[in-house]
T-cell receptor
């Protein structure tokens, strides 16, 4: 069983919709990362969280340490948000990755 | 702009060939990592290195080796490529335990 589970695996939305991607993990962590991977393959870091909530533009990430759960929200989604979103957790000296959520936003 | 550069975006190799994937970072990071990414499985750690000439096995090291002769360069070697090594390979680096990773653009390797 993967230590990091994401849902949904695939998500299709219409432009303007509010998007939520979920991440659950089963180990004690020191930090959680949300990453974005565009079709070309490169991965960029969106957020690093150890508690609470962070916001950057239309993106909001939250984490509940007690429930071992994090969510990534996208407000007013746009076709350029189409990408794979990956949740990753750091525990000990290791990083574990979820399988990713493929988001497609249609105009 | 800081970078992790992977030498090839796309590679096609034949079964049995020895394959070298190169990764160079310009951030003076101590830590470097090689992952492979397959649909539905996410990123899986092949090898990592916390220092020059140091290497540690990750979760799926079989069929691979690595070399880190200089701090900025971390090479992944497929000793004898097989079709089940067809995958996207991603290199990453970080400066320390509390930091996030910087990823390269990936190399999509096809073994025929």
């Amino acid at each position: 069983k993967n230590e990091v589970e994401q849902s949904p695996q695939n998500l299709t939305a219409q432009e303007g919709e509010f998007i939520t991607i979920n991440c659950s993990y089963s180990v004690g962590i020191s930090a959680l990362h949300w990453l974005q991977q565009h079709p070309g393959g490169g991965i960029v870091s969106l957020f690093m969280l150890s508690s609470g909530k962070k916001k950057h533009g239309r993106l909001i990430a939250t984490i509940n340490i007690q429930e071992k759960h994090s969510s990534l929200h996208i407000t007013a989604s746009h076709p350029r948000d189409s990408a794979v979103y990956i949740c990753a957790v750091r525990f000990n000296n290791d990083m574990r990755f979820g399988a990713g959520t493929r988001l497609t936003v249609k105009p | 702009d800081v970078k992790v550069t992977q030498s090839s975006r796309y590679l096609v190799k034949r079964t049995g060939e020895k394959v070298f994937l190169e990764c160079v970072q310009d951030m003076d990071h101590e830590n470097m990592f090689w992952y492979r990414q397959d649909p539905g499985l996410g990123l899986r750690l092949i090898y990592f290195s916390y220092d020059v000439k140091m290497k540690e096995k990750g979760d799926i090291p079989e069929g691979y080796s690595v070399s880190r002769e200089k701090k900025e360069r971390f090479s992944l070697i497929l000793e004898s490529a097989s079709t089940n090594q067809t995958s996207m390979y991603l290199c990453a680096s970080s400066s320390g335990q509390g930091d996030g990773y910087t990823f390269g653009s990936g190399t999509r390797l096809t073994v025929v």
